[in-house]
Structure formats: structure tokens, C-alpha cells
């Protein structure tokens, strides 16, 4: 779509709309030396919320995209809200961790997720990113608002002394 057309400002501006609720939801992150505060949101295609997450919000191992997940509920790969849904996330989602099987990557595929847009992509301060190339794979289309990296950085500063 052309730049002028109204629909891709109309979604251009939601998408930064939901990411900037995303980030406000990585401050409710319980702080961590080990982890990113991630935060996330479900949103469908008519612009309805279906499930929100942050990084260590029911367990420790928690990452933001996959509590989001969990939360749409066990069969949300059946679902046909997720076929037209967005996930918008903080932070790149990962494309390799320890703490549980699957990476968030995987898990957006898996649930049937079509679109994402994030913040920043992740820097390898703990693993090597990779999530956003993972999804591209996969047949994800993922925007990245870079204008919005600054506000994800800052709410794990504490993590980048020194790497920026």
C-alpha cells in the first residue's frame, strides 16, 4: 500500500497504539539480571484485545509471547480469532531458549499467528536473537516500529550498561 493511503496510517497508528501498550506492560515485569522485561498483546483483526503478557508473570521461566498464548486459551491453534490476529511484543520474540522446549517463535507459528510487531530486536546479551528471521521463515509477515526501541531499551537498562 502507498504511504498516502488512509488505511495503512490507520494501521500504522494502531500498530504503534498496541505496541506502546506492550511496552507499558513490560514494566510490570518483575526485574530480573537474567531475562529481558518483555511484554505482549493479543489483539484480533477487529481491534478487539484477546490476551495480554509480561515476562515472569506467572512463573519465573515466563516469556511475554507465550503467557500471552496460554492465556487465549489451550486450543488457541484451533482458533480462528489467531488466524487474523496480531501479537505485539516489546521485544523481539526469541528463537532459542533453555528454560522450556519451545521458543516463542515456534509457539506464534504453532498457535497459527499470521502477523507481529515489535519494538527492538533482541541483542545478544543472553542468546543471539533470530525470532523475527524464525517467523519471516515461517511465512510471518513482522513489523518492526523502531521508533518505539528506545522506550522497550529503557525499561531493561540495567541489562545494557556497557553493550550499547
Given at each position: 500500500m ?6 495503512a ?5 494502531a500498530d ?5 501498550q506492550?511496552?507499558e ?75 522450556r ?5 515456534e ?8 502477523r507481529?510487531?515489535i ?18 521463515a ?15 531499551r ?6 545494557l550498561?556497557?553493550?550499547?
Open positions: 502507498p504511504a498516502s493511503d488512509p488505511g496510517r490507520g494501521r500504522a497508528g504503534a497504539a498496541w505496541l506502546r506492550a511496552i506492560l513490560s514494566r510490570c515485569c518483575p526485574r530480573s539480571q537474567s531475562a529481558f522485561s518483555v511484554g505482549a498483546i493479543l489483539a484480533g483483526a477487529d481491534g478487539e484485545l484477546i490476551a495480554t503478557g509480561f515476562s515472569r508473570e506467572l512463573d519465573p521461566r515466563d516469556h511475554a509471547e507465550e503467557v500471552a498464548l496460554a492465556k487465549a486459551g489451550p486450543a488457541a491453534g484451533d482458533d480462528l480469532r489467531l488466524a487474523g490476529a496480531t501479537l505485539y511484543s516489546s521485544l523481539e520474540p526469541c528463537a532459542a531458549r533453555a528454560s522446549p519451545l521458543p516463542c517463535a509457539l506464534i507459528v504453532a498457535a497459527g499467528l499470521r507481529v510487531v519494538a527492538w530486536l533482541e541483542p545478544p546479551v543472553f542468546v543471539r536473537g533470530g525470532g523475527a528471521a524464525r517467523l519471516r515461517a511465512g510471518v509477515e513482522v513489523v518492526e516500529i523502531p521508533g518505539l526501541a528506545a522506550a522497550a529503557a525499561v531493561n537498562a540495567h541489562l550498561a556497557g553493550d550499547e
